[in-house]
């Protein structure tokens, strides 16, 4: 009887250890049937989203790559604007890609070789100066990328004249040239790599990878999705510049401080990359999908709870409508008011609570991994 | 009564059931240890932060820069000397000295469990846990058949109060009547295989499990007493700690409460266990010989039961101190901790600390990962003693740069069991002003709901 019954216990317990540890694996993630299809989540981030907007990022930078060469076979005012131009349109792009710190773009440190502001122009010159750089290199992640352009093209000098010169009569114009040309062709060669990647093996692997771990791919696309918003959206675009992180307002730190007038345009692209990726709307013809916002509202279903994509939604127009208000240059804007900047921020950081504290507990998702034992 | 109490402190048993436990308890916690630090954990949670959450009035046990290993160490190794029953007494009390200091370290870190561990091995410090099958008994050529039958009855006690006082805890219209955290908790482990796609996201099996969790704490202690019932008692503390184990991440617990469990069984089970475990060791030709059977002596049993008595009082009395503060507990988390309130709330929050000159009227944000780790964030943002610590050492490294004057606020926001976020901390009082207490924190906001229940 006894042994009966302890070999029975042994069964039991050797079954659950099964269970227990085979759900640690990977590979459980297409049976799921509990009414929200995940995988139908994620392609549709993958297809009608990352991967268009990558599309759209190369073909914006192979554009800047042409203007560029362009530009240093003949330096004159209306190819420095034509070049100009194409940075303008991919800056514009970059805004919708900064989210995604996935795959190879986590590996090769992508975000941090394209839009790390603001740029250190004693490094870019001791580069130019040089000319014995590694643009890979963790020291130049602030010497490179949008912001560098951003200053190769606007911030040399006080006119376009005096900016022209560099790349034409003075004496190390040829430096000038080639590091311009390098930062370029850099950024189109990274994205491209990205591009090629989820066009080939990754996206079958994001897609699939369904599990709600540490590195599945909702988790990891989750994750990013709020860091950015809170990192990348409200701090840099407007809390460090409108000096909520420091004793007083840092007007320079704004993005594209150099082009002066551009900064709102891309906190105004950036909120729309927002809102598109939240309700799961395609890059390119805006038809929405399933994304953040019905997951929600499924789990809301069974929960019972608040209609939190709706709120999440209105934070987010609420944030729009703000930024619509501001200077076309954040510079200006901090300086002249740098309260209607803070107020942006106090407007951009209820969305953080709602992101980070309820979206977060309706989906069960870690913000952290720290993989501590429970109680 | 007294006479009762009398005859029963001189009742004998086998003393069979305390050494398996000592030998099961030693091991479990050699192999927490070893597995602690191959995770990488002593660096991650005590070496790698710059600041520590104290204990109130134990803020000087902290972390101590590579010697923390050592602590590990002592732990580890007393806790497999324990196991042997070599220098039983000692070892013991160095594994519950070591032990508990690590825990104290920190109380990110706190769990349940870590504390119920710290409780158990100060009660063995009084138990003759070495009576029979130790090595001890080797050394000093005798050992006890016998020991009474109340030391063996503390650790069933023990055991009895973390289930049942669990159980009590999930009497609330939350666990009960909202199926909360659970229904949060489980649709998110729809990736398990079997019951992943088809049961997680099941309302009626959130109120299932929720039920059956909390008659399950109320009820084991009671099914592991009585014989009739032990062997079924048993089979559902493998099931449900195994079940928990492969829903939540919990660590070594599951196993500890299941070998934990075993003292619940007659003197004759654990005979068997020794009797195997012999055999065992006999194929390595180890095997004693020489070791005289003695009459356990009953010196120095009163101030021992007197400890005991108290002991166990405090932890009857303990887990009720909550009413001593306003409600609601599960918000304020005054009397929370030390309790045996185990996986009742999904809470998650997000403070945002200002820094404030208030004669230049300027300020600024605090960026939290600065200073702490992402546990140590988590655990802080939803925890007011947490989040005055932290601004206290947030003022004490700011008034170091030479900020100065200058005053702590913080922006706060909490959701509880699947509530919407609602501002958690005064947003217009200045932490720097308030001071760790016993004493009910006034500066923490009002919950806008009702949770009924203990």
Known sequence: ?375 | MLNHFKSYLHKQVSAAPLAVFRIGFGLMMFISIIRFWSYGWIEKLYLNPKFHFSYYGFEWVKPLGDWTYLIFIICGISALFVALGLKYRLSIVLFFLSFTYIEFMDKTTYLNHYYFISLVSFLMIFLPANAFYSIDNIIRKKQYALIPKWTIDTIKLMLAIVYFYAGLAKLNSDWLFKAMPLKIWLPSKYDLPLIGGNLMHQEWFHYVMSWSGMLYDLMIPFLLLYKRTRIFAFILVVFFHIFTRVLFPIGMFPYIMIIGSLIFFDAEVHHKIINFIKKMLQLFNIEPKGVKTEAYLKSRQKPVILVLVIFFVIQIILPFRYVLYPSELFWREEGYRFSWRVMLMEKRGYANFKVVNPEKETYFYVDNSDFLSSFQEKQMSTQPDFILEYAHYLGDHFKSQGHQPIEIYVESYVALNGRRSQPYIDPGVDLLKQYESFKSKTWILPFKDDIKGL
Request: proline share 2%.
């Open chain 1, 1 to 375: 009887m006894m042994k009966k019954i302890i070999l029975g216990l042994f069964t039991l317990a050797s079954v659950m250890m099964i269970v227990a540890c085979s759900s640690d694996d990977n590979d459980s993630g297409n049976s799921v049937n509990d009414g929200f299809d995940r995988s139908a989540m994620l392609s549709n981030w993958a297809n009608n989203i990352i991967i268009p907007v990558y599309e759209d990022l190369d073909t914006k930078l192979e554009a800047m790559v042409a203007q560029k060469n362009i530009f240093i076979a003949e330096p004159n005012t209306s190819n420095l604007e034509n070049m100009r131009t194409s940075w303008k349109e991919a800056y514009k792009v970059w805004q919708h890609a900064e989210m995604f710190n996935v795959g190879i773009a986590e590996n090769t440190n992508y975000i941090f070789q394209m839009n790390v502001y603001p740029t250190n122009t004693v490094d870019i010159q001791q580069n130019i100066d040089n000319q014995n750089y590694d643009l890979a290199s963790v020291n130049n992640n602030d010497a490179v990328g949008f912001p560098a352009l951003d200053y190769m093209l606007y911030g040399l000098g006080d006119s376009d004249v005096e900016i022209l010169e560099f790349y034409s009569t003075s004496a190390d114009s040829n430096n000038y040239k080639t590091y311009l040309s390098d930062l370029t062709d850099r950024m189109e060669s990274l994205t491209q790599a990205i591009l090629d990647d989820w066009k080939n093996a990754y996206r079958d692997s994001f897609v699939n990878n369904t599990d709600n771990s540490a590195t599945g791919s909702i988790n990891l696309v989750v994750n990013d999705f709020i860091f950015y918003y809170e990192k990348g959206f409200r701090a840099n675009k407007f809390g460090i510049p409108a000096g909520n992180f420091s004793p007083n307002p840092l007007p320079d730190r704004v993005e594209a401080f150099y082009a002066g007038d551009f900064s709102k345009t891309l906190a105004l692209e950036a909120v729309d990359a927002i809102k598109n990726f939240f309700n799961g709307r395609a890059y390119v013809g805006g038809n929405e999908g399933r994304s953040l916002d019905d997951y929600l509202d499924f789990l809301n279903t069974i929960k019972d709870g608040e209609d939190l994509s709706t709120l999440i939604n209105n934070q987010f127009v609420a944030a729009e409508n703000k930024i619509n208000t501001l200077n076309d240059s954040f510079a200006e804007q901090v300086e002249n008011n740098s309260v209607a900047m803070t107020e942006t921020f106090d407007i951009i950081q209820l969305g953080v609570v709602f992101l980070k504290v309820d979206m977060l507990q309706a989906l069960d998702i870690s913000v952290d991994y720290v993989d501590a034992d429970g109680d």
